[in-house]
């Protein structure tokens, strides 16, 4: 699967934001199940949907590192 740059180092800076004890392969399921569903869609501003997602994520772990609240804000 293709992932555009930008959209992998959000993806990258995201899981580096956890320790090694957290499940990555479960964190990537979710992300590539988001990207397949929205990697075509864009919002008002012309962003790329799967942007939004992950840098929602980014400010959400940012108050807490549960895996949980990655895994929500990725699925939404």
Do not use: C, P, W
Not at 43 to 70: F, M, R, Y
């Amino acid at each position: 699967m293709y992932i555009k740059k930008d959209i992998l180092e959000l993806y990258n800076t995201l899981e580096n934001s956890f320790d090694k004890k957290v499940d990555k392969k479960l964190l990537y399921s979710a992300f590539s199940f988001a990207y397949k569903r929205h990697k075509n869609e864009k919002d008002i501003d012309g962003e790329l949907i799967v942007n939004h997602i992950l840098n929602t994520t980014l400010i959400a772990i940012s108050i807490t590192k549960e895996i949980k609240i990655a895994l929500t804000s990725i699925l939404q």
